[in-house]
């Protein structure tokens, strides 16, 4: 957890509003995946990112390796969004992700 | 979308024994991995592979050692288990430019 940081820990939201995820690097990243690890355990591809931006449905995500962060916005939460977000930094020889601690977001009625 | 597929899902060992852990990926990724996932640690990096016949050491190998017998099957072997090896463990699979990996269901290992 201490080469890749999230923040927040946790997050509460209700239905139809908006957050942003973040995510900091202290290596060299160069490349980012985000997953949204549902109740059961399974861990949902959500995003692959090279540096720049990328947008699913109500999900976006950024990717800015000079300042070594990402960020994964949520907008219109709904229920079904609640889980635990993982985002993992790559690095060049495919030599396995590093995670950070996750952000556990609860959306609420 | 690629499939991976771990068994067993659940095991329960006793401290001593020999536990194998299998994964299998329809992908034709030539990379395989075995992650574990802790309360408080995230998922961590256990042991890679880059094709049959590679293992590599990952970012916590110590107590583990691995197979890659073919493109498509990857384990995870603990030859003598202990209750910190408690866990849930992820086997994953991606292409060999480190595009997206994929994950199975994961397996819960307890050692008694």
């Known amino acids: 957890g201490d080469k890749v940081k999230q923040s927040p820990s946790a997050l509460s939201l209700q239905e139809g509003t908006n957050s942003a995820l973040r995510c900091n690097f202290s290596i060299a990243a160069t490349t980012v995946q985000w997953f949204l690890q549902n109740p059961r355990g399974s861990l949902i591809n959500l995003f692959y990112?090279?540096?720049g931006t990328k947008e699913n449905g109500r999900l976006k995500s950024a990717f800015d390796s000079k300042e070594s962060y990402s960020t994964l916005h949520i907008r219109d939460a709904q229920l079904e969004d609640s889980g635990t977000y993982f985002c993992a930094a790559g690095g060049n020889y495919a030599q396995g992700l590093t995670f950070g601690l996750g952000t556990r977001v609860s959306v609420f009625p | 979308e690629a499939a991976v597929t771990q068994s067993p899902r659940n095991k329960v060992a006793v401290t001593g024994g020999k536990v194998t852990l299998s994964c299998n990926q329809t992908n034709n990724h030539n990379n395989m991995y075995w992650y574990r996932q802790d309360t408080g640690h995230g998922l961590r990096l256990i042991h890679y592979s880059y094709g049959a016949g590679s293992t590599e050491k990952g970012d916590i190998p110590d107590g583990y050692k691995a197979s890659r017998p073919s493109q498509e099957n990857f384990s995870l072997i603990l030859e003598l288990a202990t209750p910190s090896q408690t866990s849930v463990y992820f086997c994953?699979?991606?292409?060999?430019?480190?595009?997206?990996?994929?994950f199975g269901p994961g397996t819960r290992l307890l050692v008694l």
């Open positions: 994953a699979s991606g292409d060999r430019l480190g595009n997206t990996q994929y």
């Open positions: 990112l090279v540096p």
